[in-house]
């Protein structure tokens, strides 16, 4: 996850996504899940660069943590948030084809507009 938020969602990068001037709302900020003992289980950043369109920029969950309910918490967060921003559908890219993430936003109503990238109307 740490590898995740360096990698795509360094500061230099946001400030200059959150800067573009008459951009939409843009960055919403991430999302950090933890355990009962306060250890860093996952994460999740978006945002709603298009009015009327939330993108799912990043969504992480530890290994130990999968299948535990805590990616779906985290992108309904998330969700949430972006409609509070007026966002009616959503969007995420995924860096491979054959990403492992492909079945859980398949099964989260997810439909491919291309093979990396998926899109779903907000219910």
Known sequence: MR????????????????????????????LVAT??????VGVAAGG???????????LA????????????A?????????????ARAQRVELPAETDPALPFYAHLGFTALSPTRLSRTLP
């Open 48 to 58: 709603v660069p298009v009015p009327g369109e939330g993108e799912v920029y990043a």
């Open 74 to 86: 985290l992108l309904t967060a998330a969700t949430d948030r972006m409609r509070s921003y007026g």
């Open 3 to 30: 590898r995740l938020i360096s990698a795509q969602c360094a500061l230099p990068r946001i400030r200059a996504e959150i800067e573009i001037p008459g951009g939409a709302p843009g960055w919403l900020g991430w």
């Open 35 to 40: 355990d009962a003992e306060g250890t860093m």
């Open 61 to 72: 969950v530890a290994d130990g943590s999968r299948r535990r309910g805590v990616g779906t």
